[in-house]
């Protein structure tokens, strides 16, 4: 038998070198010619064809390799060369309702989505704000967010200080329950710290610990903070409560009960219902019901269209309506935006009447923020 064998061997290389260089027939290694690879059975179909000579074997090692940068990957496929952290924004449109509402969120810098994000960052930022039954206000908010690594990122130090910002470091909308506290738009400046017993997508327990002082005084508070998030695709339902108790003033309770939903590719729904009360002020209770409609206009700029209804349990409970646009858009650099924000009130105050105002915004951010695109 092994004699036949190195007798097979020795026909089959003089075959191979009576044949020209010319003669290998033109198949390509995925269809090549039976026992052109050296199999008497031809069942290695997938192997690519040997050169006739070591010398061929050195001069085309890869003769079928492509350069790396023209192999184009999975993840590659579809993409667009990437212009700003923003311009991504077709991905997030594709993605479930949670990411779209953080999207959002961020890019409004809207206090559902800074609650819980625990970054280091610095906001500055410039306002306007003209109303005709009132005086012009100029305000320059600023926060700072610092993490602190060493307790396992539970933890950060929050500096609040602006006129007319609350403890988030944002106004709190006219006409809701929240902004219609004791204080909630005065002048204050607030250091704080954060500690999250439990940080999820959809549960997050977290305290604050800090001090306000406001017009020279200084007033300690606790602030106990409970939210979840229930999905029922596609809509999505929010919980959040808030308690607060304060050295000087006592407690103070705000519930908020948020329902949305995406509504298309564009357009983005959110109703909110809020109630408010205050040690000081025990026998009223404020509510309020929001509905806000959120269109992208392109990866850069959004707009939103806000009505609330503000009420409390004292004679009449109505006692605001406020229709509002916000036009917020990134220019020049992904940390700075600026927001031109129209609305109509009709006040109790002002005996309901039709009054115009304006809010005009500046904010830059610094620090790592990923506030914008996916």
């Known amino acids: 038998m092994a004699f036949g064998c190195v007798i097979a061997l020795c026909a089959g290389s003089a075959r191979a070198e009576d044949a020209p260089l010319d003669a290998n027939p033109p198949a390509t290694a995925a269809e090549p010619a039976p026992g052109a690879n050296g199999s008497a059975t031809g069942e290695e179909n997938s192997a690519p064809v040997k050169p006739?000579?070591?010398a061929e074997a050195e001069a085309l090692p890869e003769e079928e390799a492509v350069p790396e940068e023209e192999v184009p990957t999975p993840a590659d496929a579809g993409k667009l060369p990437p212009h700003g952290t923003?311009?991504?924004v077709h991905g997030v449109l594709s993605r479930e309702v949670l990411a779209t509402a953080e999207w959002l969120d961020s890019f409004f810098d809207d206090p559902r989505y800074r609650a819980?994000?625990?970054r280091t960052r610095v906001k500055v930022g410039l306002e306007y704000n003209w109303d005709r039954a009132e005086k012009s206000d100029i305000g320059l908010p600023i926060s700072v967010q610092l993490r602190l690594p060493r307790l396992e990122n539970k933890a950060r130090v929050v500096l609040l200080g602006s006129p007319d910002q609350d403890l988030e470091g944002q106004t709190p909308p006219s006409g809701t329950a929240a902004s219609r506290l004791p204080g909630a738009q005065e002048n204050n400046f607030t250091t704080a710290v954060d500690y999250y017993f439990l940080a999820t997508e959809r549960l997050n327990i977290a305290t604050r610990l800090g001090v306000r002082f406001r017009e020279g005084t200084a007033q300690v508070y606790v602030q106990p903070r409970y939210r979840q998030l229930v999905k029922f695709d596609p809509w999505s339902l929010r919980f959040v409560q808030d308690f607060k108790w304060w050295t000087k003033s006592g407690w103070e309770s705000t519930t908020t009960l948020?329902?949305?939903?995406?509504?298309?590719?564009?357009?983005?729904?959110r109703s909110t219902l809020q109630g408010a009360?205050?040690?000081?002020?025990k026998d009223i209770y404020y509510y309020s019901l929001s509905f806000n409609?959120?269109?992208?206009l392109s990866a850069r700029s959004v707009v939103q269209y806000e009505l609330v209804n503000g009420f409390q349990t004292r004679n009449d409970p109505l006692d605001e309506?406020?229709?509002?646009?916000?036009?917020?858009?990134?220019?020049?650099?992904?940390?700075m935006f600026y927001e031109v924000a129209p609305y109509a009130s009709f006040r109790r105050d002002q005996d309901f009447d039709f009054t115009p105002g304006i809010l005009l915004r500046l904010e830059m951010f610094f620090g790592k923020y990923e506030g914008v695109g996916p």
């Open 52 to 54: 006739d000579s070591p």
């Open 86 to 88: 923003v311009d991504v």
């Open 116 to 118: 819980e994000d625990n």
């Open 258 to 269: 948020d329902l949305e939903r995406p509504l298309d590719k564009k357009f983005f729904f």
């Open 277 to 281: 009360w205050t040690e000081q002020e």
């Open 293 to 296: 409609l959120r269109q992208i």
């Open 321 to 335: 309506i406020r229709a509002t646009v916000r036009y917020r858009r990134q220019f020049w650099r992904d940390w």
